[in-house]
């Protein structure tokens, strides 16, 4: 997904960008309150693109990196949780689901740091990176 943005910050090649209204905001029922256009984002400009506050250019946020983060954050822990109550009332037998439903917990809950660990070791491949400057170079 390819976004228009103005630099608002540098901060080495990290840059908080400010993302502009697309054609579809105009007819949007939520156009006053949408939060994409009242939020500054960080993005990493890992070709060392020369760009300046003020400018603006084309961001993207890789459609794999999106799903990858899902899965992290989103899907492995509600597979846990699945796989963690079946674990449970297979271990512990027990006349309640009680157990079953505690080990469901604790697999969600380590899946979780699991997908916040992966996701932090893989922090910069998750932001949006800088394409190029608006109306310069292919995008």
């Known amino acids: 997904m390819k976004e228009a943005a103005t630099v608002t910050k540098i901060d080495g090649d990290m840059v ?3 993302v502009k209204m697309q054609e579809g905001c105009g007819v949007c029922g939520n156009n ?3 939060k994409i256009r009242m939020s500054n984002l960080l993005a990493y400009n890992k070709n060392h693109i020369s760009i300046k506050e ?3 250019v084309i961001v993207e946020v890789p ?6 983060s899902a899965f992290w954050v989103l899907g492995l822990p ?3 949780l699945f796989v963690g109550y ?3 009332a297979l271990v512990f037998r027990a006349p309640t689901e009680g157990p ?3 080990s469901a917990g604790a ?3 380590l899946a979780l740091l699991v997908g916040m660990m992966v996701q932090r070791r893989k922090r910069l491949e998750s932001f949006p990176y800088i394409l190029a400057k608006e109306g310069e170079g292919l995008y």
């Open 16 to 18: 908080t960008i400010a």
């Open 32 to 34: 006053g309150t949408c």
């Open 54 to 56: 003020g400018e603006n």
């Open 63 to 68: 459609s794999v990196e999106q799903a990858k």
């Open 78 to 80: 509600l597979i846990m």
């Open 86 to 88: 079946g674990v449970g």
């Open 100 to 102: 079953a439903v505690a």
């Open 107 to 109: 697999g969600f809950v």
